[in-house]
């Protein structure tokens, strides 16, 4: 039942009891004028009818008016349970509980609300979430590089500061960059989109020989690098040895016929108090000395053993 036929039940009730106290103030009135001024004349029996009028008249405006009490107080307390329950959903949706429908059956206004309600809650969980996953989508797009899909620099930046700010963490990480060799002829003798599919085949070699927990970057242009997490500079040497030679084996006739590609690499490790940034700048020393040397080729920071092969 809609609570505006609620409202005009208990209005009938209401008028019911309105009347029915009318009806017993007015009778008494003339019942009144008339045992004053017939007092003599009236007989037993006519003022026993209008003494049992009267009580049937004051019964029936109290049954009336309890009647409209109970049925107002009835329908306000379902009433207003239903919106306090109605008010608190809001309230958890304002705290950002979305979704979770309430459950409330109702045949009234009320009902028609909750539904509506149901309706938006679900809507805006369903919008958050897709705002949430693009958030996220953005958030990864910001830190990988397009080409290759590794971090980009400004990722392994941060990164690195990070780990820095942590020093025995900072005191265990070797750190690699490298660079493709003479990779301009690359582009120059076959194409931009050769030296393209170079650098997603390097990533790709550089991201599926080391840990998931080693912070793999492209650095720049051709330039990738490397931080070894928990590696010794005599460890780090042996995989920039192992990922080198991957790099060099790999069947690059299978992008481009008469296609070749080495990498020279440039290792280096923390030492005394230096900061992160400062071991990767010894590692680029290193790989200026590997391209001076010959190219192809690890040189390392530190007197470290030889890898073996
Ligand atoms: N295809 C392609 N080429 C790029 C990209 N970024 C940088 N390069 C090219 O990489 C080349 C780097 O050349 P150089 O810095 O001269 O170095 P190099 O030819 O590798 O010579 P060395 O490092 O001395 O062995 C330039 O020609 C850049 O245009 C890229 O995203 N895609």
Redesign the pocket.
């Known amino acids: 039942m809609s609570i505006r036929m609620k409202m005009i039940l208990a209005l009938l009730f209401s008028s019911l009891m309105a009347i029915n106290l009318v009806a017993f103030i007015s009778h008494n009135l003339v019942a009144r004028r008339l045992s004053d001024e017939l007092a003599s004349e009236l007989s037993v029996e006519v003022e026993s009818i209008l003494t049992a009028l009267r009580e049937s008249l004051l019964l029936g405006s109290l049954i009336a008016a309890l009647l409209s009490v109970a049925l107002g107080l009835l329908l306000g307390a379902r009433v207003s349970a239903k919106l306090r329950r109605l008010t608190q959903a809001i309230q958890n949706m304002q705290k950002g509980d979305f979704g979770k429908p309430l459950q409330l059956v109702s045949r009234d206004e009320v009902g028609a609300l909750v539904s509506a309600f149901n309706e938006m809650s679900l809507e805006i969980a369903q919008k958050r979430d897709e705002i949430q996953r693009s958030h996220r989508k953005l958030e990864e797009l910001a830190i990988r590089d397009g080409?290759t899909q590794l971090h980009n620099r400004r990722h392994f930046d941060e990164q690195l500061s990070a780990l820095g700010k942590c020093p025995e963490h900072a005191a265990s990480v070797s750190i690699m960059i490298g660079?493709?060799?003479?990779?301009?002829?690359?582009?120059?003798r076959f194409?931009?989109?050769?030296?393209?599919a170079?650098?997603r085949e390097v990533g790709r070699i550089l991201a599926s020989n080391t840990r998931g927990s080693d912070l793999v970057a492209r650095y720049?242009?051709?330039e990738f690098v490397i931080a070894f997490r928990d590696t010794d500079i005599a460890q780090a040497r042996l995989i920039c040895e192992k990922l080198r030679q991957r790099i060099a084996e790999f069947d690059w006739e299978s992008i481009q016929p008469g296609l070749r590609i080495t990498m020279?690499m440039g290792v280096a490790r923390q030492l005394d108090e230096a900061t992160l940034e400062h071991v990767v700048r010894q590692a680029d020393v290193q790989l200026y000395r590997a391209?001076s040397q010959g190219?192809n080729q690890v040189c390392v920071a530190l007197q470290a053993p030889p890898a073996t092969q």
Not at 179 to 188: L, M
Not at 191 to 196: E, I, L, T
């Open positions: 080409l660079d493709i060799d003479h990779f301009k002829q690359v582009n120059d194409s931009h989109a050769v030296g393209d170079v650098l720049g242009g051709e020279s391209k190219r």
